[in-house]
């Protein structure tokens, strides 16, 4: 399962009465956060998330009300005595654009891994120093898979979504009726092939059915283009930006390459997700909610997002 919290839901430029737009995601008591505008930290601050144990932080774009808290950020983990490295991951130039900004900060006591323009999908994985990207290796089932696309916007920009394998039931009667040594049990347990005393065994020799596992997309900022119905297929949990509430807007939100509510609504429904969650609001845009029917008529499960909105996401 993992917990997730709203960091913001803002877009453009922080206000006093709302942060930029910035999830944090729980999982196996260490953290993800996506996005990082200014302010975010003192959100995180705010929200209890605690900063020693964000081992990844996704970053989908470069637009200051994106970014421009990471520097900061950074120097704050530094200063909770963090010492295990931490993966950044983003487009490129991310790589150059981190170099210049986190020239600035003195000291830091852990590295810092850049991931530019990931594969399409990674493994995201639980080890002694918290969570760690991999390649995927078809000989084992990965724990988590991260999937990145590129999205329309004014910028190079990342969407991402998170997939959380469910193991399958390990079935002793299975193991027995296949005749798999007990030495080996765990191993295929865990998902991987094993080659013993001269034959190979995998892991459909002791496991149930496959499960369904937990999906969770994020989506800013971006036109909703076609590509993205399939990438968010089946999201229990769609948080998408609707940058503009009212339908009066789509002319704004084709010029600036965002979206309205009810086209990320529109995205919901064509991508059979669960439920809906709009962030990263206009700051021309001082009560959200008042719009929401527009995404509600579209897609009924849709929420409006808010500073400090919580959830659990549980296998089902
Ligand atoms: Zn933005
Ligand atoms: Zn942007």
Not at 99 to 108: A, G, K, M, N
Not at 123 to 133: A, N
Not at 268 to 291: W, Y
């Amino acid at each position: 399962m993992i917990d997730l919290t709203l960091l913001g839901s803002g877009g453009g430029m922080p206000i006093p009465e709302r942060f930029l737009s910035s999830l944090i995601i729980e999982y196996a008591g260490r953290k993800i956060l996506i996005d990082c505008g200014e302010g975010t930290q003192v959100a995180m601050r705010k929200f209890n998330t605690g900063f020693k144990t964000v081992d990844i932080i996704c970053i989908t774009h470069f637009h200051g009300d994106h970014f421009y808290g990471l520097p900061g950020l950074l120097a704050t983990i530094g200063n909770s005595n963090r010492l295990e490295p931490l993966t950044i991951i983003g487009p490129k130039p991310i790589r150059a654009i981190l170099e210049t900004s986190i020239l600035p900060i003195t000291y830091l006591p852990y590295d810092i891994y850049v991931v530019e323009s990931p594969p399409e999908k990674v493994e995201i994985r639980r080890t002694k120093e918290g969570l760690r990207l991999y390649e995927l290796d078809s000989q084992r089932m990965p724990e988590i898979i991260l999937s990145t696309i590129q999205l329309d916007h004014s910028t190079p920009c990342l969407g991402y979504s998170f997939y959380l394998n469910r193991k399958p039931k390990f079935l002793v009667s299975k193991a027995m009726e296949n005749k798999v040594p007990r030495d080996i049990w765990k191993y295929l347990q865990e998902g991987e092939s094993i080659a013993w005393d001269g034959a190979i065994y995998t892991p459909d020799m002791v496991l149930g059915d496959e499960r369904r596992g937990i999906r969770l997309s994020y989506i800013t900022d971006s036109r909703p283009i076609e590509a993205l119905a399939d990438f968010i297929r089946g999201s229990d949990l769609f948080i998408c930006e609707g940058t503009y509430g009212s339908d009066d807007d789509l002319d704004k939100a084709i010029e600036n390459k965002h979206m309205t509510f009810r086209e990320a609504a529109n995205l919901a429904l064509n991508g059979e997700v669960e439920e809906l969650l709009l962030t990263h609001f206009s700051q021309s845009m001082d009560n959200p909610t008042e719009f929401k029917d527009n995404a509600v008529s579209v897609f009924a499960n849709t929420q409006i997002g808010y500073d400090g909105w919580k959830k659990t996401l549980s296998y089902k």
